[in-house]
């Protein structure tokens, strides 16, 4: 009597610290988002991707949407860290045209320079699960927040001056329509990268922020005040001045 062949074990995944186990996963999610999207991300799909058990996913994570969360998590410290690079330890003096064109500039080599990672931040906010949708949102809201304050900062003086216009301004929708036209650029680079390069968004960026001033002259030169807000460290003045 011939014996049925007897069936491959499944070999185990190799040993790994739990950090390590918990790096992995989160990588191989980011990889299925760049590749399927959002919605195919599953505890499944990330072990298979992994190629482990879905308890070793368990082990790590409670179901997708926590295993989401921590991804956006990580990758949105990664471009925060990214970023800081860009913004002067201090707006003392600053040339208000020359710190936001350098954060819009900074801000697109980020998106180049890591694709995946911004494909992930920038996802849109309606195809994602609710409480992914809820901490992105939260995490927007910091950013306009940091933001404001620094368009208050370099529109002080205009205020001072009883600029009518400028205590009127409606800070928050500037915000959000700056905001939505820099995601706009990173999205447009991330798609046609050829047609849409870093030099073209930035120039594009800097014309908005010329034109916002322009109408704002006081925000141009200024001599140091007390305090700014900024990343801290020493003052560093910008390399040229906005034209007045």
Not at 97 to 110: C, H, K, L, M, P
Not at 126 to 132: I, L, S
Not at 149 to 158: C, I, M, N, Q, T
Request: no cysteine; proline share 9%.
């Amino acid at each position: 009597m011939v014996r049925p062949p007897t069936p491959a074990k499944r070999p185990y995944a190799p040993r790994m610290a739990p950090a390590e186990r918990r790096e992995q996963l989160l990588d191989a999610a980011l990889e299925i988002i760049n590749r399927d999207g959002v919605a195919a991300v599953s505890v499944d799909a990330v072990a298979k991707a992994a190629g482990v058990t879905r308890p070793v996913v368990y082990g790590q994570f409670t179901d997708a949407d926590h295993l989401l969360r921590a991804l956006l998590e990580r990758e949105g410290e990664r471009a925060q860290a990214q970023m800081a690079a860009t913004l002067p330890g201090d707006l003392n003096g600053a040339d208000p045209v020359e710190v936001f064109t350098g954060v819009a500039r900074g801000y697109y080599d980020a998106v180049v320079t890591a694709p995946g990672r911004w494909r992930a931040i920038l996802l849109p906010v309606d195809g994602t699960p609710p409480a992914v949708r809820k901490y992105k949102e939260r995490s927007d809201a910091l950013i306009r927040e940091q933001f404001a304050r620094a368009v208050r900062w370099f529109l002080r003086d205009a205020a001072d001056a009883a600029d009518a216009a400028a205590a009127d301004l409606d800070i928050e929708l500037l915000i959000r329509l700056l905001l939505a036209a820099l995601e706009e650029g990173g999205r447009l680079v991330l798609d046609d990268p050829d047609h849409y390069p870093p030099e073209r968004l930035t120039a594009m960026a800097r014309f908005l922020v010329e034109t916002l001033l322009h109408r704002y002259p006081y925000t141009a030169r200024r001599p140091p005040a007390a305090s700014a807000p900024g990343r801290g460290g020493s003052p560093r003045r910008a390399s040229r001045s906005a034209s007045t």
